[in-house]
């Protein structure tokens, strides 16, 4: 299991760096892509640091990056794999649990819990994004995706 972590945050890294490699030798402006700079993880807000603390309390964090369009989010990927997504004031936006595996138990309401409990009983969520709205996107380890809105119904 580990060996497949390790194999595939190696690969992320390598395509990353030879991602940013060619942008950087490239003569043409992209204003239009996002950009990540690598940050210590001290430097998260608040809110951020105390959802990894609550949520990955024993799982070490790998790396830690600022950037997007506006340099207005961050990325945060533990050594497990699992990776977190937060706006500037440090609220999640998206979480990934690593292939197979489930996000923490408490991070989605308990009502979207229920649901996938009840009607995927052999499935878990793999992973959650929340909209512009307050509804959820999950996405299940059985590939099956399902949108929420913000009280935890099914749409």
């Known amino acids: 299991m580990y060996r497949d972590i390790n194999l595939?945050?190696?690969?992320?890294?390598?395509?990353?760096?030879?991602?940013?490699t060619i942008s950087t030798?490239?003569?043409?402006?992209?204003?239009?892509?996002?950009?990540?700079?690598?940050?210590?993880?001290?430097?998260l807000?608040?809110?951020a640091l105390s959802f990894i603390r609550t949520y990955y309390p024993t799982d070490p964090?790998?790396?830690?990056y600022i950037g997007g369009y506006y340099n207005d989010s961050y990325v945060v990927e533990m050594e497990s794999g699992a990776i977190v997504y937060f706006d500037t004031y440090g609220n999640w936006y998206a979480v990934y649990a690593?292939?197979?595996?489930?996000v923490p138990y408490g991070?989605?309401?308990?009502?979207?819990?229920?649901?996938?409990?009840?009607?995927y009983p052999y499935a878990t969520i793999n992973g959650v994004e929340?909209?512009?709205?307050?509804?959820?996107?999950?996405?299940?380890?059985?590939?099956?995706?399902?949108d929420f809105d913000r009280w935890g119904n099914p749409l």
């Open 107 to 119: 991070i989605v309401p308990l009502s979207i819990e229920n649901f996938v409990s009840y009607y």
């Open 45 to 47: 807000p608040g809110p």
């Open 25 to 43: 030798l490239s003569m043409t402006s992209c204003e239009d892509e996002p950009y990540y700079n690598y940050i210590d993880p001290s430097d």
């Open 8 to 20: 595939h945050r190696i690969m992320k890294k390598l395509l990353l760096a030879l991602v940013v």
């Open 98 to 102: 690593p292939t197979g595996y489930g």
């Open 130 to 146: 929340t909209n512009d709205y307050g509804g959820y996107h999950i996405i299940l380890t059985n590939g099956r995706e399902i």
């Open 61 to 64: 964090i790998w790396d830690v």
